[in-house]
């Protein structure tokens, strides 16, 4: 019987999610507020994690989770993760990056409007009886310049509403092109033009490196006397004590900030400041964006956990639910590419090809790159998966190159995985049988045709008559019994490899034997999962 895989909830989420997790064959625990200690003692018995911002899914909280394969985000940003460390170890990372996009970028729409007519204030000193009718004199946003930080899904949306409440809106982000500047209606600019001409700042980036203190008290003091500020995206990207100290000199009019450098924000210098308005981490917190993404990370990560697709992942290359079973006999077999190549080669290896032929060349690439890749590394490693392949090759400084020929050759589908090393470039190749049984079909150079798995020995002997005979003999008075046979040469009377698969480990001391026996060149154990 198969075990079902198991799932934390651990952030307060739409109870749907819980359900679709049921649905799919996953068990489901929610648990909710737990401390970080409590996180970490529990954490070792799940496949799967879904969270929101609540939990912090640090090194220690990894290093506990032992079986844990799969964390989705239930939202867009994932700064509560550590994606290098999860990708060390293998974990995939999802997020669900366009289910809150409409509800935020409404929210930074509101928080224009609640700066441009002060509404908050308003209402506080109405419900105070006061009414205050002279003390707040509003400006029209119609006809205002929104500068837009950051034009991705969220700053796009945001574009197309300010343009319909008439304002005109001007573009900073760097990867914005000029096509969808237009196809956007906005005018994209450099981020000076933009400080010098906004009435209105919005920012929609993530926080990075480039972005962390964008608005820095150097760019405030650049803004337009008189701009009105708004951050529904990560704090971090505005100087919060320029910010004050701007909002209580009155070059800025007005700042609305839904998200803090430090959250919860409990005493930020901003609180008090005059025109200053804030929520506390709203941006995605309506009915709808809450559904959109508890359904969608549910769906993301049973889909993983059941079926091995992956969808939004931050660490991994996307394979759909129907790529997946497509393409598992294609990673199965460059899996074991790579390993073959592993495990043959004892020289460094400045840089691995992988070359795709006929049917696999349409296939998407990535997920077989990342799995000769683990082949590859994992005898120097075994923790690597197809999840940290990629970054440990990286780390290692290990070229990868990737070719496709879409024109079929001997075979109508073919993986070749090619090895620079220092005595030359050494590669094998294999195809799949019916389309889905692996086979190696060519090994440095010379032709065979072998299943690889399990226990195996390659052996590189001179092709002379009677050596198959004394190598059986060998293995039988060792009590090692041969499962397959697999010849191949160069040409007759030259280089020839055998490789064998065995039922049993073979051991050293019958490696020694074997290596001894004439005309044996190189003998190797190897194994395949
Ligand atoms: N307040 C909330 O509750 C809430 C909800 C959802 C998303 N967010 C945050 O909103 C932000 C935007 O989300 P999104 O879905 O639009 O992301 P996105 O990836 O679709 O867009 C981000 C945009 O920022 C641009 N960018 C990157 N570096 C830049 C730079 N140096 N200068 C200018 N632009 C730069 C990118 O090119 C991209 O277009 C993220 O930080 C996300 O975490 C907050
Ligand atoms: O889950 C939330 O409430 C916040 C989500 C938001 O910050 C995001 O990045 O998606």
């Known amino acids: 019987m198969t075990t079902k895989p198991k799932v934390l909830i651990s952030d307060k989420m739409d109870p749907n999610a819980a359900r679709i997790f049921e649905a799919r064959g996953c068990d489901v625990d929610v648990i909710t507020g737990e401390t970080p200690e409590q996180l970490i003692a529990r954490i ?70 609640a700066l441009a007519r002060q509404i908050p204030e308003a209402n506080a000193r109405t419900q105070a009886g006061e009414w205050p009718k002279n003390a707040f004199m509003g400006v029209e946003v119609t006809g205002k310049t929104l500068g837009l930080i950051g034009a991705g899904n969220i700053g796009s949306i945001v574009a197309s509403r300010a343009l319909g409440v008439k304002m005109k809106v001007v573009a900073f982000d760097p990867f914005l092109t000029p096509e969808r500047a237009v196809e956007m209606g906005v005018e994209k600019v450099e981020l000076d033009a933009l400080l010098e001409r906004a009435d209105f700042i919005t920012l929609h980036t993530p926080l990075t490196d ?20 708004v951050n529904c995206a990560r704090g971090g990207l505005i100087d919060e004590d320029a910010l004050k100290d701007l909002l209580v000199s009155g070059h800025v009019a007005g700042a609305a900030l839904d998200v803090f450098k430090t959250e919860p924000a409990k005493d930020s210098p901003l609180f008090g400041a005059p025109n200053f308005i804030c929520t506390p981490h709203l941006g995605a917190s309506t009915t709808e964006a809450q559904v959109n993404v508890a359904l969608q990370v549910a769906e993301q990560l049973a889909d993983y956990l059941v079926n091995g697709g992956v969808t939004n992942a931050l660490n991994m290359p996307s394979l759909s639910a129907e790529e997946a079973p497509k393409l598992k006999p294609y990673m199965k077999l460059a899996e074991q590419l790579g390993s073959m190549v592993g495990q043959l080669t004892r020289d460094s290896v400045p840089r691995i090809s992988i070359h795709t032929e006929g049917a696999a060349a349409e296939l998407n690439m990535k997920p077989m790159v990342a799995a000769v890749l683990a082949g590859f590394l994992r005898v120097q490693s075994d923790t690597v998966n197809m999840v940290n392949a990629p970054y440990l090759a990286k780390e290692r400084g290990l070229e990868v190159r990737e070719v496709k020929t879409e024109r079929e050759g001997d075979y109508h589908t073919l993986i070749r995985v090619s090895v620079k090393t220092e005595s030359g470039e050494r590669s094998v190749a294999g195809t799949l049988f019916n389309n889905v049984e692996p086979r190696l079909v060519e090994l440095f150079g010379i032709k065979v045709e072998a299943e690889l798995a399990g ?75």
């Open 44 to 113: 070792g018995e799940y496949d799967g994690l879904a969270i929101r911002s609540s939990t912090k899914v640090t090194k220690e909280v990894l290093a506990a989770a032992k079986n844990l394969k799969v964390i989705g985000r239930a939202g867009i940003g994932v700064d509560n993760v550590d994606i290098p460390a999860a990708s060390a170890q293998g974990v995939v990372v999802m997020n669900t990056p366009f289910g809150n996009s409409i509800t935020t970028a409404e929210h930074a729409i509101a928080m224009i409007f």
């Open 210 to 229: 480039q972005t962390r203190n964008i608005l820095s008290r150097e760019n405030l003091l650049k803004t337009k006397n008189g701009v009105r500020i």
């Open 455 to 529: 226990h195996m020995m390659y052996i590189v002997n001179e092709d002379a008559p009677g050596f198959i005979g004394r190598i059986g003999t060998l293995l039988g008075e060792n009590g090692i019994n041969i499962g397959t046979f697999n010849l191949g040469r160069r040409e007759a009377g030259g280089e020839a490899v055998l490789l064998l698969s065995v039922d049993s480990a073979v051991p050293e001391t019958v490696l020694k034997q074997a290596c001894a026996l004439p005309g044996v060149k190189l003998v190797k154990a190897l194994a395949f999962a």
